[in-house]
């Protein structure tokens, strides 16, 4: 059974920093990609970044890229998403996501919210 939880999200002021985790069991972690996302309420859910089964190839969103970064870890089949310059704007619940086969699997989220 595939699982994916999240942690690390929290409160954090303008310009600040989170790291956020996805802890990953049930599948072969390295063999596939893996991406965050994040939805806010009333909001489609948002792609933010993708990083590829080894990790040589890492995608953005234009909304975070040189602010965010993908990385993951196989040995301890998380991935990580490294959030710098965080502003309102990234206020959102975090998610992360594989998809195996046709079936696209997802986390139960982690909130960041960005303010003051």
């Known amino acids: 059974q595939v699982q994916l939880v999240e942690s690390g999200g929290g409160l954090v002021q303008p310009g600040g920093s989170l790291r956020l985790s996805c802890a990953a069991s049930?599948?072969?972690?390295?063999?596939?990609?893996m991406s965050w996302y994040r939805q806010v309420p009333g909001k489609e859910r948002e792609w933010v970044a993708g990083i590829t089964r080894q990790g040589d190839t890492k995608n953005y969103a234009d909304s975070v890229k040189g602010r965010f970064t993908i990385s993951r870890d196989n040995n301890k089949k998380t991935v990580y998403l490294q959030m710098n310059s965080l502003g309102p704007g990234d206020t959102a619940v975090y998610y992360c996501?594989?998809?195996?086969?046709?079936?696209?699997?997802w986390g139960q989220g982690t909130q960041v919210t960005v303010s003051s």
């Open positions: 996501c594989t998809t195996i086969g046709f079936q696209r699997n």
């Open positions: 049930g599948f072969t972690f390295s063999g596939y990609g």
